[in-house]
């Protein structure tokens, strides 16, 4: 009986919890139409194409065939641009050239090399001079001593433990 009574206490539970009814979120992402949009590969394989979405964003592009980087390999010199409007309300604006020296991006908002501070120093081609070489030291043939180019400090017995001893 006991049994029973505990089934009908759990079912009783159940009955009386209210009923809640979630709906899953949807993160259906909003479709920008498509302005204008155009196309053109040519004859020779060279081609022009660019679009214009209804939120801003713009790209074209242009490209024409070149002798490749291996035996058969086709490849292409391409220049375009892409404008797109960030969450901050800027447009931004990539210009790009993409050839045989890779891909080129320029933009107000990329970043640039730090200039260096000093130049890169000249190498000399005249096999006359004497080059400089770094010299390791001598090292000395003590047995208390560490290899030339390691640091080993000394330790010197305190009351409790050691304590290392720096020369």
Known sequence: ????FVLAAVLAVAAAAPSRSYAAPTYAPKVYQILKQEAELRDDQSYDSHFETENGIYASESGRPVEGYGDDEESYDVNG??????DDGVVYKVVYVANGNGFQPQGAHLPTPVPTEYPTPEASDDDDEEEERYEAPEEED????APAGYYQPQYERVIVGYRPRYQ
């Open 81 to 86: 641009q892409f404008s797109y409007t960030g």
């Open 1 to 4: 009986m006991s049994s029973g």
């Open 142 to 145: 003590d047995d208390d001593e």
